[in-house]
């Protein structure tokens, strides 16, 4: 069900004999309508409690209090009957009668369950009664379906308080919905416009009436979408492989949506050198997967995804990593000038750059060499080359949520030969 909770202030959790109580279910889920005796009344009556009750439930129908309607019969012979109209839906818990235990389980919830509902226990000449008055709630959805990213939805807070509210709010995750240019709050009816990924989740209406009750109900909204959290640059050094993440925040098979499109394109306008190859059971991951990436490659990625006729689309741009050296060859003479400098094909502005020794024996940055400190900066300068200087250096590049990309210098040395 859409609903996961009801909340309704100024009640006790315990019904004795003859209180009558307010119960607030929600439409489509289960609701519980308490009736218990007291704990001094079950062990004072403990003995009729065994076998021999005879226990009603019966609904106050229509304009005239005294009409009543039967909802649930035990006999004193354990034998059952039950209202046409909630055949399957009603229950009691036989084995909590010995607990003193009368409460009357409905589910699911319908909106015209709501009503005034009476309990009478009998055994012998000892005759109990309940009173319960249960009131639904419900927040409806128009279309109800799952959206697409862009579509939009409207909210429906429904109500069978006599009253009308004094005061209606709405929430989202916690915050207090404000009117913006895709909020709308118009009292019980909340409108979502161009709906995005990040709509996904609760949003609670809260109703407060003038008698000072106050029902809060919410409503699980999907909306497929692009995953909040996928970055949109890749760092990837030339010569590696690179993913370009494109991922639904959720799968659309699990909403029976299984017409589902993707095209990846590549705004430089060439053919793809690769496309995603995604199961038919994963719906989910059209991740693109770029082998031995080049300066070539690098630049902007669309990923368009069509769902029931809706097209969604993600920016993915592809920044490779090279080192642009001052000297060129494949051995660097000890002695000499040497310039090293992190380069991207792509900067968003928030980068910083580290470059790292690492020893001969590994490439791997995290058994780095301790003996020389790390700099920062784009740039590595040796001002005269030498043997010690040989080996792995690596920049990484860095932004504010970490390590964005690295990619690594083989400096191999030569020994300087002087000729006489």
């Known amino acids: 069900p859409p609903i996961s909770y009801i909340t309704s202030t100024g009640s006790s959790s315990l019904v004795t004999n003859g209180e009558k109580y307010r119960v607030w279910g929600e439409e489509g889920t289960h609701v519980t309508l308490p009736c218990f005796l007291s704990p001094q009344m079950v062990k004072d009556n403990l003995r009729y409690l065994y076998k021999g ?10 304009s005239s209090s005294m009409k009543r309607h039967l ?9 059952k009957s039950l209202a046409h109209s909630m055949m399957h839906r009603v229950t009691v818990w036989d084995t909590g009668f010995l607990k003193g235990n009368f409460s009357l389980q409905i589910k699911p919830l319908l909106k015209e ?16 009664h309940c009173l319960v008055e249960l009131g639904v709630v419900s927040v409806t959805a128009h279309p109800s379906h799952p959206l697409i990213e862009s579509e939009s939805v409207m909210l429906n807070c429904n109500s069978s308080h006599p009253g009308n509210p004094t005061n209606i709010l709405w929430f989202h995750r916690d915050v207090l919905v404000r009117t913006s240019y895709r909020l709308h709050p118009m009292g019980q009816t909340l409108l979502i416009t161009e709906s995005v990924s990040s709509d996904t989740g609760h949003w609670v209406c809260q109703l407060t009436f003038a008698d000072g009750e106050i029902i809060a109900v919410r409503y699980n909204l999907q909306v497929i979408g692009f995953t909040e959290q996928a970055p949109s640059v890749i760092y990837t050094a030339a010569g590696s492989d690179a993913h370009l993440p494109c991922v639904l925040n959720s799968n659309p098979r699990n909403y029976g949506i299984s ?8 705004m430089a306008g060439r053919e793809l050198k690769a496309k995603p190859t995604p199961s038919y059971e994963n719906l989910q991951d059209f991740t693109l997967h770029l082998p031995a990436v080049g300066l070539n490659d690098a630049g902007q990625y669309l990923c368009e995804i069509t769902i029931q006729g809706v097209t969604i689309i993600q920016n993915v741009t592809l920044a490779v990593m090279t080192v642009i050296t ?20 792509y900067y968003t502005g928030k980068e ?9 024996e590994s490439s791997n940055s995290s058994q780095s060499g301790s003996s020389r400190p790390v700099k920062w900066g784009p740039i590595q300068e040796f001002r005269q080359v030498s043997s010690r200087d040989a080996g792995i250096w690596e920049c990484s590049a860095h932004g504010p949520e970490g390590k964005l990309g690295s990619v690594q210098y083989h400096l191999e040395t030569a020994e300087m030969h002087i000729s006489f």
């Open 326 to 345: 001052s000297t060129l060859g494949p051995r660097i003479p000890e002695g000499s000038h040497l310039v090293l400098i992190c380069n991207l094909s």
């Open 53 to 62: 009750l005879e226990v009603h439930w019966v609904r106050h129908g229509g």
């Open 352 to 360: 910083h750059f580290q470059w790292k020794w690492l020893d001969l």
């Open 113 to 128: 369950d709501a009503g005034t509902y009476e309990a009478r226990v009998r055994h012998g000449k000892e005759d109990w």
């Open 259 to 266: 017409g589902v499109a993707i095209q990846w394109r590549y």
């Open 71 to 79: 909802v649930l019969e035990v006999k004193p012979s354990g034998l």
